[in-house]
Every structure is written in C-alpha cells, then in structure tokens.
C-alpha cells in the first residue's frame, strides 16, 4: 500500500504540475494572443483609417483646386456651375475628413502638426473664395492670377503637409507591425517550450483554442458585414423612398435649403415643382394598388430622366411628388422644366397589361419671388398646383396645358 500510495502521490503531482503547465501556458497564450489581436487592431484600424482619411482628404483637396482650375477656363457658365458644385462637393470631403480625422485623437505632436494645417486649410479656403468671387464678378484674368500665384502654391503646401502627416502614420504602422512581431516571437517560444512538458494536453488545447479563434473571428467578419449592410441600409431608407427610391422630404428640405443659401449668397435663383398625379385614386381603385406602385415608380423613372442631374426629384408622399431646380433663370425655366415633364409623363404607358394613361397637375414656385425659405416656396408650389388642378390657373401658368 505505501509504494502505491507514493505512485498515486507522486502522479498526482505530477498531473497537477501538468495541469498548472498547461493552465499556465493556456493563459500565457490567450494573454498574448489577447495583446497580439489588439496591435493588429491598432494597426488596421487605427493607423490605416487615419492614413485612408489622410490620403481622401489630399485627393478631395486637389479635387477641390483643380475645380476651381477649370471654373477659371470655363467660358460656359452652365460647365462653370457644374465645375462650382464640384468644388463644394470636394471642400466638404475636406472638411468630413480633417474632422473625422480629428475625432479619432491626436498625440501632442499630431495636434501642433493638425493645427498648422487648419491654419493653411483657413489660408487656402479665403484665397479660394477670392478667386471664385473674382469669377462671379466675371475678372476672369485675375482670378487665374491669383490661382496661379496663391492658391496654387498652398494647395501645395497644404499636400506636402498631408503627405508628411501619412509618412509618420505609415511609420507607426511599420512600428506597431514589429512590435506584434515581437510579440508573437515570445508568444512561440513561451508556447514551445511550455508544450514540450505536455505536449498531447497542449496541442489539444491548443488545437481547441485556435479552432475557437477562427470562429470567433469568422463570426466578428461576419457581423462586420452584416453591420455594414444594415447601416447602408438605414442611410438609404433615411433619406430615400423605399417604392421609387427618389429622394424623401428629408433629404429634399435639405437639398432645398442648401440651393437657397447658395442662391442668396451670389443672387440667383431656384426653382420648385410641385407634381400631383390626377386620378390616381381612380387608378388605385380600378386596378389595384399593385398597378397604382407600379404607376409610382414609373413617374419616378420619368421624372429623374426629364430633369438634369443637377436637379432633384423627390417624392413627399402618396402620389405627392415635387421637383428642387437649381440656378434657373427665371420663371421661364421653370415652365420648361415643367412642361417638358408634363409632355414625359403623358406617355401611354402598359402596367400587367392595362393601358394606364398618367397626368398630373404641376405648381411651380420661384425663389425669390414666392418664398424667402423652404416652406414658404413648398407652399407657394402646392397653391399653384392646386389652382391649375382646380382650373383656377395664375396668369403665368397658363400658357401650359397640364391638364
């Protein structure tokens, strides 16, 4: 009994210094693996976002000045606006970048180097304001002038400071890759030398763990994915109608007010369509809803393509549809505009074999002339739509047939 009773001890111990080896090697590896996982976050999402965001904002600041570029050789104030729109797409690239950049933290020397660009962004958006304002005042000459002297020149310097700020991003990057290196060399050594003590215990372990790795990370991957088409989604259902897929009243408003800033600030002039579709209840109630979401999304179809790209067609509801005209002349335009859609959507058009004939009732407004602000020029719109629907039509809008 007492030699079996020191075998018993003796592999009692030895199983319990195994199973320390191994609980010790267990969390030598999960710690390891823990602080390898987070440097690889560090690397690929941290420092490549910063240097993705750096390398958008260079390429939206040289969008930006080369815009400006051709507005000066423009001659054709239409190719002039077009040319304008991209240039505040691209100064608002700018800015979402420097300020999703800012958001994610600096160190003190990536705040000094941040805050002498902001002071060069601030530079290179006066002088740039300058040159577009000596455009609008038709000086064309000195504004390529001044492009070429000033705002050129700090674009520049505004790109060397960007591709200095990714060089140093890109050094950490090389940094944080060695030091994940060096710490998985330790974690393989710590791991093999703990494993050659419990060598079947350790690989299983060892096999279960990095089986259970994998799916978690096939699992993170999978989720990623799957957030990222539900925030797409939610963008897109926020801000567009799900039938037709035209803009909503949200992102129309938006749209709106923006062009009536822009119209204020160099004096132009926007445009607003009210579209209502006549008979559609009747539609609706003859046929089905199904052919009344299909008479829907063809109007959608029609009016994106009777308009110019600049433009937006937006639907506010029911069978509510309204149209934003940017930099139009004058009422005229606007008339046009308007009758070229009504000509569009008075097209036969065959819907699960019914011949469907669409027309609708169009009310149009002017910025300035009907409305100061967004709900005054949907009102004034709305009115007149209902005084040509109800044959009461304004003096203006009478020359058009829309019924």
């Known amino acids: 009994m007492p030699p079996l009773r020191g075998f018993s001890l003796t592999t009692s111990m030895a199983f319990f210094v195994l199973i320390a080896l191994i609980c010790g090697l267990t969390f030598n590896s999960l710690l390891q693996l823990q602080t390898l996982g987070t440097q690889i976050r560090t690397v690929v999402e941290f420092h490549n976002r910063k240097i993705d965001l750096i390398t958008q904002t260079q390429v939206a600041s040289h969008i930006r000045t080369d815009s400006l570029l051709r507005m000066a050789l423009a001659d054709d104030p239409f190719e002039r606006d077009a040319y304008y729109q991209e240039f505040n797409h691209a100064g608002f690239l700018v800015s979402s970048g420097r300020n999703a950049l800012q958001q994610m933290g600096f160190s003190a020397a990536e705040q000094r180097s941040f805050d002498a660009q902001?002071?060069?962004?601030?530079?290179?958006?006066?002088?740039?304001?300058?040159?577009?304002?000596?455009?609008?005042?038709?000086?064309?000459?000195?504004?390529?002038?001044k492009l070429v002297q000033d705002a050129i020149p700090l674009q520049e310097a505004?790109?060397?400071?960007?591709?200095d700020m990714r060089a140093l991003y890109q050094q950490a990057n090389l940094t944080a890759q060695q030091?994940?290196?060096?710490?998985?060399?330790?974690?393989?050594?710590?791991?093999?030398?703990?494993?050659?003590?419990?060598?079947?215990?350790?690989?299983?372990?060892?096999?279960?763990?990095?089986?259970?790795?994998?799916?978690?990370?096939?699992?993170?991957?999978?989720?990623?994915?799957?957030?990222?088409?539900?925030?797409?989604?939610?963008?897109?259902?926020?801000?567009?109608?799900?039938?037709?897929?035209?803009?909503?009243?949200?992102?129309?408003?938006?749209?709106?007010?923006?062009?009536?800033?822009?119209?204020?600030?160099?004096?132009?002039?926007?445009?607003?369509?009210?579209?209502?579709?006549?008979?559609?209840?009747?539609?609706?109630?003859?046929?089905?809803?199904?052919?009344?979401?299909?008479?829907?999304?063809?109007?959608?179809?029609?009016?994106?393509?009777?308009?110019?790209?600049?433009d937006t067609a937006a639907r506010l509801g029911g069978d509510e549809f309204v149209v934003l005209l940017e930099a139009v002349q004058g009422r005229q335009d606007c008339l046009a505009a308007a009758?070229?859609?009504?000509?569009?959507?008075?097209?036969?058009?065959?819907?699960?074999?019914?011949?469907?004939?669409?027309?609708?009732?169009?009310?149009?407004?002017?910025?300035?002339?009907?409305?100061?602000?967004?709900?005054?020029?949907?009102?004034?719109?709305?009115?007149?739509?209902?005084?040509?629907k109800t044959g009461c039509e304004s003096a203006q809008q009478c020359p058009l047939p829309f019924q």
């Open 179 to 310: 030091v994940a290196q060096r710490t998985y060399q330790r974690a393989f050594l710590f791991t093999l030398v703990s494993g050659i003590a419990a060598i079947s215990l350790a690989l299983l372990i060892a096999w279960r763990t990095l089986r259970n790795i994998k799916m978690k990370l096939q699992q993170i991957n999978e989720q990623m994915v799957q957030l990222e088409h539900s925030r797409a989604a939610l963008h897109e259902e926020a801000t567009h109608d799900q039938l037709t897929g035209l803009s909503n009243r949200r992102l129309f408003y938006d749209r709106l007010q923006q062009a009536i800033r822009h119209a204020h600030r160099y004096g132009s002039k926007v445009g607003v369509l009210y579209v209502d579709l006549d008979r559609f209840k009747e539609i609706n109630d003859r046929h089905g809803h199904h052919v009344g979401d299909a008479v829907l999304t063809e109007v959608a179809k029609r009016l994106t393509s009777s308009i110019r790209d600049a």
């Open 158 to 163: 505004f790109n060397q400071q960007l591709a």
């Open 339 to 388: 009758h070229k859609i009504e000509q569009t959507l008075n097209v036969d058009t065959n819907f699960y074999g019914l011949d469907v004939e669409i027309a609708a009732s169009i009310g149009l407004a002017l910025y300035p002339d009907d409305g100061d602000d967004e709900d005054s020029l949907i009102r004034a719109a709305d009115a007149a739509m209902y005084r040509v």
């Open 118 to 145: 902001t002071r060069l962004v601030r530079n290179i958006e006066t002088v740039q304001g300058e040159v577009v304002d000596l455009l609008n005042a038709e000086r064309s000459a000195e504004a390529r002038r």
